[in-house]
């Protein structure tokens, strides 16, 4: 994998040098050929050898002599520069702004070398003709300087004709070497990571050293998702554990109704007095009530974790409801006299809900409430509203629940430490919050040792 990688990442280097190259030498001939077809001297209007190839126009001859004109005099002196006319014998016949050192006679031979060579410091000579009349432009600019240089274009065609071939081996080398070293830099790190997703594949949920450089995020979000999957497969076999105990208690739950109700059966089979019977049943009957409640509310469970609970949804003023429900409640005897109280901010709050289901939810966090504290404590439904929700709370002063415990409370396989003597299926408050979740609200509780529980619920308000 590792070189199969490089190779395809040198194979892409390599195309690109190439397609490049291809392009530049495209682009070189292109420009060459238009640019033989231009006259540069429109784009040399600026330099010091059109000034001197111009100055034809700044002077006239009048009876064979040169006249310079206002203008030409005036360009001399912004240019910095002299001149000096010539006659055909290579006398100067006439100068302007021309140092005393010059020369007043010039024979061809000076002329050529003044061209090609400097005559004074920092001064630059240019050599034209105009009719019969010569003359030199002499410009001082120490930034201008002349070159003379000698080309021979067939040698150099044979030149780079034989060694041509030897700088393309050496260019595709360089390029292969450079290319080789910078793919195995980029390809090693995700070799890394391939082998990293391999191992996540394979349930090692191991973190890897984080590398500095242009992976470093990728090696950062590795990590993190072999933490998350890593906790999420501690959840997992925590859960399958919880789900062999919970499966085990069920068991458990249902031989103990089956063998009182065979018991029970077997010894009425035997039975002479009535009573004794009626007594037998009554146990049988309450048994067999208690293994319908198990197998509903196992049923209900299934269902509300494959999201197939039909609800029969109506809309519902909840303060009415939930006031209504805890006066039914204080009016059974054996609640009659726990401090049960109801508070209400607002008159109506109107919510689409199933009440059945909705109510079942609310009275198993009362009869928790009830159930797991002692007869003195105070219960207090509380709902107002809070943002587009209705918010309700179930609030009591009992003997709270440890943090350990109090994040597992709304697992489908959780039970508590003090669960152990209290009657039900142990369902019930996972169910409750699969109802609530139902009808698109949440629910959460808080609790502090010694001071109470707080359950909080909140469902979405009608517009």
Request: charged fraction near 20%; glycine fraction near 4%; proline fraction near 3%.
């Amino acid at each position: 994998m590792k070189w199969r990688l490089t190779g395809r990442f040198l194979l892409s280097v390599v195309i690109i040098v190439i397609i490049v190259l291809i392009v530049n030498v495209i682009i070189l001939i292109a420009t060459a050929f238009v640019t033989s077809k231009k006259d540069f001297s429109a784009n040399l209007t600026n330099t010091p050898e059109f000034f001197a190839r111009n100055f034809e126009h700044k002077f006239e001859i009048i009876d064979g002599l040169p006249v310079l004109t206002k203008e030409g005099i005036d360009a001399l002196q912004q240019a910095n520069a002299y001149v000096q006319f010539l006659n055909k014998n290579g006398d100067v016949i006439e100068s302007v702004h021309a140092p005393k050192e010059l020369p007043t006679h010039y024979a061809p031979i000076d002329l050529i070398s003044m061209y090609k060579y400097e005559q004074l410091p920092d001064i630059t000579t240019y050599v034209y003709a105009k009719e019969d009349i010569s003359y030199i432009i002499g410009i001082k600019d120490h930034d201008t300087f002349r070159y003379i240089a000698t080309l021979n274009i067939k040698q150099i065609l044979e030149g780079l004709s034989q060694y041509a071939l030897y700088m393309l081996i050496a260019d595709i080398l360089i390029t292969i070497i450079i290319a080789f070293f910078f793919g195995r830099s980029l390809t090693k790190p995700l070799t890394q990571i391939l082998n990293q997703i391999q191992h996540l594949k394979n349930r090692k949920f191991a973190s890897m050293p984080t590398k500095k450089g242009l992976y470093s995020e990728v090696f950062q979000n590795l990590n993190d998702v072999s933490e998350e999957l890593a906790a999420h497969e501690q959840e997992r076999l925590r859960l399958e554990v919880m789900r062999e105990e919970w499966i085990s208690n069920i068991s458990h739950d249902m031989k103990t109704p089956l063998s009182s109700i065979r018991g029970y059966a077997e010894i009425m089979q035997e039975a002479d007095n009535v009573n004794e019977m009626l007594t037998y049943a009554q146990v049988i009957e309450k048994q067999s009530r208690h293994m319908g409640e198990l197998l509903d509310d196992l049923n209900l469970t299934m269902r509300l974790r494959n999201q197939q609970l039909p609800l029969q949804l109506a809309p519902t003023n909840l303060v009415t409801f939930s006031r209504e429900l805890l006066i039914e409640l204080l009016n059974e005897p054996q609640f009659e006299n726990y401090d049960l109280q109801f508070d209400a901010q607002v008159d109506d709050i109107t919510c689409t809900i199933d009440r059945h289901f909705i109510e079942r939810a609310l009275l198993n966090f009362i009869y928790n409430a009830i159930h797991h504290n002692d007869t003195s404590i105070s219960i207090t439904l509380a709902i107002t509203t809070k943002d587009n929700d209705a918010y309700i709370t179930i609030q009591d002063n009992g003997k709270g629940i440890a943090e350990d415990e109090l994040t597992h409370i709304f697992e489908r396989y959780y039970r508590g430490t003090n669960t152990a003597h209290t009657t039900g299926t142990g369902l019930g408050t996972a169910i409750a919050r699969d109802i609530i979740e139902a009808h698109g609200g949440a629910v959460w509780l808080t609790s502090t040792l010694d001071k109470g529980t707080t359950v909080h619920i909140t469902l979405p308000k009608n517009a």
